[in-house]
């Protein structure tokens, strides 16, 4: 079944404490992005990245770091949390590096909280 | 640079009765739009797109929508609404030329009544 998977799903953690979330789609698509969802404002686009080794940022990086090493997986990493990183994230990606009108397939969803 | 406006936080709409979902869009040069839509606890479906040609286009679920290019709208339309259609749903906006990336409205939250 073609899909996104991200994991975790949920984590309640502690400012401060370094984590990782991890996507990995098994579409063979080239375009791969992480989102955030947030009551009242949408999706704000955190980090794209349009292949293997590029990526960039979107419209709210503070705080977050990215890595594209091979084509199904891109992990987001929040170094240092903080509370206003607490947010729904979801990850994406597309066929083509992003300038087409492919849709984009979701992932179901990483609901962090940080105390 | 690209905006999208869902101007309604959420509409109501009782079952078999036609719904609208409004979605206003700005975009320099010619736009693709799409409709998504999201299920509790699950990521965003893609619903349909707009990406040139006949205005009214169709998607799953027999929702359709209108682009309508002088009033830079693309309202979401399905003749008959099911309760099962209740959601959230989200309009997104990118220009046709180059690479831009794909800008969300805030949601609009649909609830079907019985």
């Known amino acids: 079944e073609a899909q996104v998977t991200q994991n975790p799903r949920y984590l309640i953690t502690v400012t401060g404490k370094k984590l990782t979330v991890t996507c990995s789609q098994n579409m063979n698509h080239e375009y791969m992005s992480w989102y955030r969802q947030d009551p009242g404002l949408g999706l704000r686009q955190i980090y794209y990245?349009?292949?293997?080794?590029?990526?960039d940022k979107g419209d709210v990086p503070e705080g977050y770091k990215v890595s594209r090493k091979e084509k199904r997986n891109f992990p987001l990493i929040l170094e240092s949390p903080s509370p206003n990183q607490t947010s729904l994230y979801f990850c994406?990606?597309?066929?083509?590096?992003?300038?087409?009108?492919?849709?984009?397939?979701f992932g179901d969803g990483t609901r962090l909280s940080i105390l | 640079a690209q905006s999208v406006a869902q101007p309604e936080d959420q509409v109501n709409v009782a079952e078999g009765n036609p719904l609208t979902v409004k979605c206003t869009y700005s975009v320099s040069g010619n736009p693709y739009l799409f409709w998504y839509v999201q299920y509790p606890n699950r990521g965003l479906q893609f619903l349909l797109k707009y990406i040139t040609g006949d205005n009214l286009v169709k998607g799953s679920y027999g929702f359709e929508a209108e682009f309508n290019k002088s009033q830079t709208s693309f309202h979401l339309k399905k003749p008959s609404a099911l309760v099962s259609d209740s959601a959230l749903y989200f309009c997104a906006v990118k220009r046709n030329t180059g690479f831009q990336k794909l800008v969300f409205g805030t949601g609009t939250r649909l609830l079907v009544s019985p």
């Open positions: 990245s349009m292949n293997v080794e590029v990526t």
């Open positions: 994406a990606s597309s066929p083509g590096t992003g300038g087409l009108h492919q849709p984009q397939h």
